[in-house]
């Protein structure tokens, strides 16, 4: 699964290595390096699971979403011109991260072992299946 390679090599090394054999890696081969240092460095990059049928996975990918575009921001979702701005903001950042858990982090591992045994249980059975 393409997800596990990127999760197993979250150093992006993995998208430098595809760029060596590349014909364009002769021309922007620098540039793609330092943009995934650059990645790297400052952690611009976030993988989350996310099982579409279930609420709660659903629920934590659109709190992170809304955290990265800086919706949590503006506190009541639209433009303010209150002069207490950055100090709301950077309340709204402080309360938001308190909320990701490390209950919520355990989840999000849990689903991908559930995910990955579901996938290996319903390879053993289509193996049984073609053997009877």
Known sequence: DDIDLYMEDSDCQRAYRQLH?????KKYGK???LLAEVVQDFGLLHLLPLDIQNATSVGRVVAAID???GYVFLGGGGSTNDENLPYDMFQSAM???ETTTRLEQIQDIAE???RRDTQKSESRDQSQRRRA
Do not use: F, G
């Not at 054999?21 to 890696?25: C, E, G, H, K, P």
């Open 21 to 25: 054999s590349s014909a364009r890696r």
């Open 67 to 69: 955290k990265a575009n």
């Open 31 to 33: 540039l793609y390096r």
């Open 95 to 97: 309360r938001l991260d």
């Open 112 to 114: 991908q072992v559930q």
